[in-house]
């Protein structure tokens, strides 16, 4: 079965144009001799507001290249983007200070139940999203969309220079986000790429949030067919084979079909993998992800 870009569009309850950001500084939040990292306040489409991060490295002259960081759960409402320069239990370090060091610019935004929007239940806004035929992941993905949209036209931004990164669910809508934006050059995701299907013949598809619940979506595509069409662009996919989430025998089928729209269409797939890792971001994987984010956004 082909999987063609409306059918993922439609799985998620997107529209096109995506929503608007607006953008206000709240002031300087860190600054240290690499990066220099503001508070954004956004305005998103007509309803929506969400505090963001937008981490730039020192001593820069001209554009550069941006990664848009899409922060994990955790069931840590409150951390949300602040990972991003405090990092977080499951990251070895915080992924923005780390690209500024390395010269990379990167926004990363509080999705829908987490950070200044923790207010919002997760279950509560899911089940109200779901009653209108829509589902969080959606919302969280058009928000990414929009905000791939603000980096590309910043004017400190290279716009055919721009990535995304996430771990665990900031992974998951990495991947996904990367099949739906052809303006994404490289796609690094860590510890959550596993096929849904094999996940519930293992029982251990209930690991995963009630955000994940998309309907109908295993009747469009897997998950190894969705990062496939990220292909012939740059991947990164980060595993470890201790992780409840993502357990070998889930993973294969996934990595299998990845593999397999590489070998067809060309291009590059990394993939770190690590026998005696869970669900967390190690010092080698964290290197070898800066290091192809580097390599890739060049």
Partial sequence: MTLHNEDLWQAFGLCDPVPMISAQSLGVAVEDATCRAEELRLSI?????????WCRPQDTTGPTPAVLLIHAHGNRYDIGAAEVINGRPALFAPTGRALAARGIASLCLDMPCFGSRAAQSETATTKALLWEGRSLAGQMLAENLAAVQWLAARPEVRADRIGVFGLSMGATLA???????????????????????QLIALGQHDLHGIYLTVPGLLARASNGQIAGRIAPRAQFIGLGDLDPLTPPAATAPALDQVRAAYAQHGGR???????????????????????FMASALA
Avoid: N
Wanted: glycine content about 6%; overall charge negative; some cysteine.
């Fill in 269 to 291: 797939l990394a993939i770190h993998r690590e026998a005696a890792s869970g669900h967390i971001e190690t010092p080698a994987m964290h290197r070898a992800m800066l290091d």
């Fill in 175 to 197: 991947y996904w986000l990367g099949a739906l934006e052809p303006r994404l050059r490289a796609v690094a995701h860590e510890c959550c790429f596993a096929d849904y299907r």
């Fill in 45 to 53: 489409g007509a309803d929506q507001m969400a505090r963001a991060y």
